[in-house]
T-cell receptor, first 115, second 115 residues
Framework: GAGVSQSPSNKVTEKGKDVELRCDPI?????LYWYRQSLGQGLEFLIY????????KSGLPSDRFSAERTGGSVSTLTIQRTQQEDSAVYLC?????????????FGEGSRLTVL | AQSVAQPEDQVNVAEGNPLTVKCTYS??????LFWYVQYPNRGLQFLLK??????LVKGSYGFEAEFNKSQTSFHLKKPSALVSDSALYFC?????????????FGTGTLLAVQP
């Protein structure tokens, strides 16, 4: 489809395991964002990629979290040694360079449950 | 630091009545302001934005928002609510005078429209 695609849509894992969440942005979008949505916490910014610039990692909550974006397209968010507090919906969004439109296009999210 | 506040966790309104969902912001420079909507089990969808110009901004599904610089507010409004408007609404801001390009979201307001 033409929208932002995220996989898996649901992931259940055991505490201590590593997980990878994938985001395939809209073709041509140079900016890619990861957000975390927890119950009662709203949307928490995690990381932002813009073209070939160094990513803004200021929102990553700990060094267990990392993300990469290969070839300026697909992005993977990795959570190592998962904890129960990592349970949330992880949302990916993409956009043209912000100055042009300012609108983010979101995927439907990956729901992570850590047992 | 830039931030947005949504003071109401939930807003209840009867179908056909006008609705208002409140948002206030704090930025160091000129704000870019946004409203997004999230329907159950879906990703966020863009509703409208204020960049510059008229303080009253019109968006999707009959929604509008009024930018008020003196009150640092950007409240979402609709003259006549529909049951199908029931969803989670997020206000967001980008500080165009700041050093970052990320979008900061509020904690969300659940709108419940009763038939």
């Amino acid at each position: 489809g033409a929208g932002v695609s995220q996989s898996p849509s649901n992931k259940v894992t055991e505490k201590g395991k590593d997980v990878e969440l994938r985001c395939d942005p809209i073709s041509g979008h140079t900016a890619l964002y990861w957000y975390r949505q927890s119950l009662g916490q709203g949307l928490e910014f995690l990381i932002y990629f813009q073209g070939n610039s160094a990513p803004d990692k200021s929102g990553l909550p700990s060094d267990r979290f990392s993300a990469e974006r290969t070839g300026g397209s697909v992005s993977t968010l990795t959570i190592q040694r998962t904890q129960q507090e990592d349970s949330a919906v992880y949302l990916c969004a993409s956009s043209f360079f912000f100055a042009n439109t300012g609108e983010l296009f979101f995927g439907e999210g990956s729901r992570l449950t850590v047992l | 630091a830039q931030s947005v506040a949504q003071p109401e966790d939930q807003v209840n309104v009867a179908e056909g009545n006008p609705l208002t969902v409140k948002c206030t912001y704090s930025v160091s420079g000129n704000p870019y302001l946004f409203w997004y909507v999230q329907y159950p089990n879906r990703g966020l969808q863009f509703l409208l934005k204020y960049i510059t110009g008229d303080n009253l901004v019109k968006g999707s599904y009959g929604f509008e928002a009024e930018f008020n610089k003196s009150q640092t507010s950007f409240h979402l409004k609709k003259p006549s609510a529909l049951v199908s408007d029931s969803a989670l609404y997020f206000c967001a801001v980008r500080d165009m005078g700041g050093a970052t390009n990320k979008l900061i979201f509020g904690t969300g307001t659940l709108l419940a429209v009763q038939p």
